[in-house]
């Protein structure tokens, strides 16, 4: 698979990498039962496609899914690069609240080295800029955790431009994480231009829009999902806003049948093509599903089917 340098860090990531979010299980914004059986298959089967990265996060799965990582990867040789991040705490009855307070970015930190079995963290990003008044608090203590070592890089994830300035008075701002999908391009404004300007790495998540743009997301699909399922709750996939989405999905899936490849992989290679992207975040939960979204790093659109993508979505 190809590789990209993420913004001004030495790292080389392949363009499309392992989303462990779903594998964190069941919890309050969860995707539905996982067995970590399959959570491991996956990250092995995506590792031996090419893909050199897992982004994880603690609260997904209330630390679950950093545990899971960290047993597909313990004993290798090579390690994949590793992304996670700071931000949201919870007690024993799972109430997560932010925090990013000097001695809570440096617990978590711990936490999350434990649960990994690694002794740094190639991208350490914040989640969240909740509290935003914490936001530089959490980002001093970053640079002094990287500066012991402990982190090779740092990151934020879902912040504005005026945040980012903030921050890049104390220590550089190696990459963002932005919500990066044809149904959702509010960050082509301002986010992505200013990553470009400033030689900021780019990895979006949710390129196949949480699933929907993945052409097997049908009303009944939908209407269907377990009830622990976060998506039920999306306006996305609810009216007004479901009949426009499944209108782009058709779209996608003529361009794929033109190339040969899914939906899925149009939706992934659309979001590669913008030039600020470095690389897009892409949910995992069965090494068929890496099969299925693998081929969207290697897609080159032309012209014709960019016209037909945005026909269906403007």
């Known amino acids: 698979m190809n590789t990209k340098q993420l913004g001004n860090t030495s790292l ?22 996982q067995q970590d059986k399959d959570s491991i298959a996956t990250i092995h089967h995506a590792l031996s496609k090419g ?38 705490r919870w007690d024993d009855k799972q109430n997560i609240t932010p925090d990013l307070s000097a001695a809570s ?49 740092l990151g934020v994830s879902n912040h504005s431009v005026e945040q980012m300035d903030k921050l ?9 994480q932005p919500n990066y999908s044809l149904i959702n391009r509010e960050c082509e404004q301002a986010q992505l231009p200013y990553c470009q300007d400033n030689d900021i790495g780019v990895i979006c998540y949710s390129p196949m ?18 009830e622990d399922d976060w998506r039920r709750g999306s306006d996305e996939f609810q ?11 058709e779209a996608l899936k003529a361009v794929g049948a033109k190339h040969g490849v899914s939906a899925a992989e149009v939706s992934i290679a ?3 093509k913008h030039q600020a992207v470095t690389a897009a975040i892409v949910g995992m939960r069965s090494p068929e599903q890496v099969n299925g979204v693998v081929g969207g790093a ?5 012209e014709q089917d960019l016209a037909l993508i945005t026909a269906a979505s403007d």
């Open 51 to 88: 893909v050199n990265w897992i982004d994880t996060a603690p609260v997904y799965g209330l630390g679950h899914s950093e545990q899971v990582v960290g047993q597909a990867i313990k004993g290798m040789s090579e390690k994949p690069l590793i992304f996670t991040k700071c931000c949201f």
């Open 298 to 302: 290697a897609i080159e659109l032309d």
């Open 209 to 226: 829009g949480s699933g929907l743009l993945t052409g097997k997301m049908t009303r009944e699909r939908i209407a269907n999902l377990a």
């Open 270 to 272: 659309w979001v590669l």
């Open 168 to 176: 890049a008075a104390i220590a550089p701002v190696n990459s963002l």
């Open 105 to 153: 970015v440096r617990e978590e930190l711990e936490n999350s080295l434990k649960r990994l079995g690694v002794e740094a963290i190639d991208l350490y990003q914040i989640h969240w800029p909740n509290p935003e008044a914490q936001i530089e608090e959490g980002w001093e203590t970053m640079r002094a955790l990287q500066q012991e070592g402990k982190i090779r890089y």
């Open 12 to 33: 080389n990531i392949s363009r499309i990498g392992i989303g462990a979010w779903a594998m964190g299980g069941k919890w309050e914004f969860g995707w539905g039962q």
């Open 239 to 249: 009216e007004p806003k479901l009949s426009r989405n499944l209108a782009i999905v």
